[in-house]
Every structure is written in structure tokens, then in C-alpha cells.
């Protein structure tokens, strides 16, 4: 794995612009579609150490109350007792626009290894004077391993909820003025 030199205007560190930022996971449900959520409380720092990041359990986005409590029950997140959802990778491997990011997601307690992979944009200066990057990243992770092992048979066979998760961010971050 490499450090993030062949951009070296990526070195220092940079903070997630939360507002032009994304995360979230999509299962399939039912074995005909897939159930999307996303995390609105998020934070996250990148340097040439690697990808920080911290979701606050309760700011999961959903659509629908019955079902966020749901998920907010010891059956899922157990937001109670574990508030925040975690991500930290080594240094980024990056090749022109393509990147990989081997790192360890921590839900409930529970760690997983997960690679993310996906595009490189940037950086960039916006009209305010500021540095941007931008990375798609996409994986996948088995929810089972993570704790969130509820699930109910179906009657005519197979399961409510697939076993693989598929997560996808759209990350935007801001040299921190320092770097800038």
C-alpha cells in the first residue's frame, strides 16, 4: 500500500465538508430491492496517515420513524449503548483518479475489515479561496459480523434482509486552513 504522494497537494490535513458529503449503505430487503439509509451527523479527517471518520448512530436517515426506531434498538444499532459508528484506514493508495482504502469499520463494538474503492478528484479552489478533494468510494462489508445479525424467514423461503451490505460515500473535504 502507498502513501497518497503521487498528489502530493493532498498531504496536510483535511475535514470533511459535511455539507456537500454523503454516506450510507443499501441492503437488499425481501430479495427484490434494496433498502437504503444514510448517516446525516458525520465527521471526518484525512491525512497522509489515512481516513478518520465517525458517524453518530442517531442520525440515521431512513424516511420513516417505526423504522428508525427499529434500527435504533439493540436488534440493530443499539444506540443506546453505542452511539457512534467508526472508520479508520491506513494511508491511501491512489493511481491517477482510481483509490483504495483498506480500513476497519466499528459497529457496536464489532470490527470489520472493509476496502473501499473508487475516484479521486481534485484538488481544486473553490471561489471562497478554499482547497477541495473529492473521493467516490464503494464497498462492501457482511452486517452479520458487525452485530446486526437480526433477521426474519421469509414464507415463501430466503430472508428479510441479505447478509451483504453495500456502502457508498461520496466524500468532500476541505484543506484545513493551515494547509490551504
Same mark, same amino acid.
Given at each position: 500500500?502507498?502513501?497518497?504522494?503521487?498528489?502530493?497537494?493532498?498531504?496536510?490535513?483535511?475535514?470533511?465538508?459535511?455539507?456537500?458529503?454523503?454516506?450510507?449503505?443499501?441492503?437488499?430487503?425481501? @430479495?427484490?430491492?434494496?433498502?437504503?439509509? /444514510?448517516?446525516?451527523? *458525520?465527521?471526518? !479527517? &484525512?491525512?497522509?496517515? #489515512?481516513? $478518520?471518520?465517525?458517524?453518530?448512530?442517531?442520525?440515521?436517515?431512513?424516511?420513516?420513524?417505526?423504522?428508525?426506531?427499529?434500527?435504533?434498538?439493540?436488534?440493530?444499532?443499539?444506540?443506546?449503548?453505542?452511539?457512534?459508528?467508526?472508520?479508520?484506514? @491506513?494511508?491511501?493508495?491512489?493511481?491517477? /483518479?482510481?483509490?483504495? *482504502?483498506?480500513? !476497519? &469499520?466499528?459497529?457496536? #463494538?464489532? $470490527?470489520?475489515?472493509?476496502?473501499?474503492?473508487?475516484?479521486?478528484?481534485?484538488?481544486?479552489?473553490?471561489?471562497?479561496?478554499?482547497?477541495?478533494?473529492?473521493?467516490?468510494?464503494?464497498?462492501?462489508?457482511?452486517?452479520?459480523?458487525?452485530?446486526?445479525?437480526?433477521?426474519?424467514?421469509?414464507?415463501?423461503?430466503?430472508?428479510?434482509?441479505?447478509?451483504?451490505?453495500?456502502?457508498?460515500?461520496?466524500?468532500?473535504?476541505?484543506?484545513?486552513?493551515?494547509?490551504?
Amino acid at each position: 500500500m502507498s502513501t497518497i504522494t503521487e498528489a502530493p497537494s493532498i498531504q496536510g490535513t483535511w475535514n470533511l465538508d459535511t455539507t456537500h458529503s454523503t454516506i450510507g449503505f443499501s441492503v437488499v430487503y425481501m @430479495g427484490v430491492a434494496p433498502f437504503t439509509a /444514510s448517516f446525516t451527523g *458525520v465527521s471526518a !479527517t &484525512l491525512d497522509d496517515a #489515512g481516513l $478518520r471518520g465517525v458517524a453518530q448512530a442517531d442520525s440515521i436517515d431512513v424516511g420513516d420513524e417505526n423504522l428508525t426506531a427499529h434500527l435504533a434498538a439493540p436488534d440493530f444499532f443499539d444506540i443506546a449503548n453505542h452511539p457512534e459508528l467508526s472508520f479508520e484506514s @491506513g494511508p491511501l493508495s491512489i493511481a491517477g /483518479s482510481t483509490v483504495t *482504502v483498506d480500513g !476497519t &469499520l466499528v459497529v457496536k #463494538g464489532n $470490527r470489520e475489515p472493509v476496502t473501499l474503492t473508487g475516484s479521486v478528484s481534485g484538488p481544486v479552489a473553490d471561489p471562497w479561496g478554499n482547497r477541495k478533494l473529492a473521493f467516490e468510494l464503494a464497498g462492501s462489508v457482511n452486517r452479520t459480523g458487525l452485530g446486526l445479525e437480526w433477521n426474519a424467514p421469509l414464507p415463501d423461503g430466503g430472508s428479510m434482509l441479505a447478509d451483504d451490505v453495500a456502502l457508498k460515500a461520496t466524500l468532500v473535504f476541505v484543506a484545513a486552513p493551515e494547509e490551504a
